[in-house]
């Protein structure tokens, strides 16, 4: 293709749905880049906030003493070897995969948008929490109010994207999903470092209270926007359902969609037992990837450097101030 671009490619035999990249698909894919941005933002935030001095010095003074009183040549392993401080950074992913298995239900029985401003209203009070700290609780309870949110958000937000996007340009803004939860943690990264250099050792509040911004545009992205079409069917509006697939698609020759919208959702339904049917032969190749692909992804070790880049840093010598 000349001259770049997003390109779509159709599989042979595939359908030609009509439909564009309209205004309200841009406004989805922003909504979506927001869902990415705090959960890479939380992802992030936490390595640089748990390597800040002050922090450390009012909720884990032992950690800080045992930091300041190593001499260089003294074994340098295991000075952050606190249960508690490790807790700030895992709590949140302990609460995201509990609430991710209620959050499907929800998303399921009540919408994509439902979710997504339940995780956003979460966010925002762990966010709130986390900024106001005066306690390790507070630290911890926000934590885990932010990993609720993730649970939401990560259920909700794609599952969204997939169903509003044009079917061409699927693949492509599903993915934006992930490049935001990249930038987030960079953005994180590049905030810490800022932050950690405000004199009245108060940075690391700016660092744990900024991801209130992320969630308030969320609310308000999701409050402002309608549920997919595939979920209005599911849940028997369907008049809503094509109301909101000639918006979202820009014209009214959305039919042949409509209906096949409509088949795919009585053939889910039809589905007696969905958790037995993945384990069928003619689903193995899917299965497969879906577990294979994070598992590796996983594996790299990626998120060791992610949460722990900059203790390590720190503990060969290098800090934000320098
Ligand atoms: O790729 C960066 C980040 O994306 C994730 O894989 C989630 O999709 C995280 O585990 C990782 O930190």
């Not at 890479?40 to 390597?51: A, C, F, P, R």
């Not at 298995?101 to 009070?125: D, E, H, K, N, Y």
């Not at 037992?273 to 598992?295: D, E, G, M, N, V």
Request: proline fraction near 4%; include cysteine; charged fraction near 15%.
């Amino acid at each position: 293709m000349a001259g770049g671009g997003i390109v779509s490619t159709s599989p042979p035999g595939a359908k030609n749905y009509e439909g564009n990249l309209t205004f309200r698909i841009f406004i989805t894919c922003i909504i979506a880049a927001f869902g990415g941005l705090i959960f890479g933002y939380d992802l992030g935030i936490s390595g640089g906030v748990t390597s800040m001095d002050p922090f450390l010095k009012k909720f884990f003074p032992k950690v800080y003493e045992k930091e300041n009183n190593l001499k260089p040549s003294d074994n340098q392993y295991c000075k952050f070897d606190s249960q508690t401080l490790t807790l700030f950074t895992s709590s949140l992913y302990l609460a995201a995969l509990v609430v991710s298995v209620l959050a499907s239900t929800v998303t399921r029985l009540f919408g994509r948008r439902i979710t997504m401003i339940s995780g956003g209203l979460l966010f925002l009070a762990g966010a709130a929490l986390n900024g106001f700290a005066e306690h390790v609780w507070m630290l911890i309870v926000g934590r885990i109010l932010l990993g609720f949110g993730i649970g939401c958000a990560n259920q909700s937000v794609p599952i969204y994207v997939s169903e509003v996007a044009p079917y061409k340009y699927r693949g492509a803004l599903n993915m934006m999903f992930q490049l935001a939860i990249t930038i987030g943690i960079f953005v994180a990264n590049v905030l810490n470092n800022v932050f950690a250099k405000m004199e009245n050792g108060e940075g690391w509040r700016y660092s744990l209270g900024f991801a209130a911004v992320p969630a308030i545009m969320i609310i308000i992205g999701a409050i402002f926007l309608q549920d997919s079409p595939s979920s209005l069917i599911e849940r028997g509006f369907g008049e809503k359902a094509k109301e909101e697939l000639i918006k979202i698609r820009g014209t009214t020759d959305i039919d042949q969609e409509f209906e096949d919208l409509v088949a795919a959702s009585e053939s889910s339904k039809a589905v007696k037992h969905p958790w037995a049917s993945l384990l069928k032969r003619q689903y193995r190749p899917q299965l497969t990837f879906a577990l294979a692909i994070p598992f590796f992804q996983q594996l790299t070790g990626m998120n060791v450097i992610v949460f722990y880049a900059p203790i390590l840093f720190k503990t060969i010598g290098i800090r934000a101030k320098d």
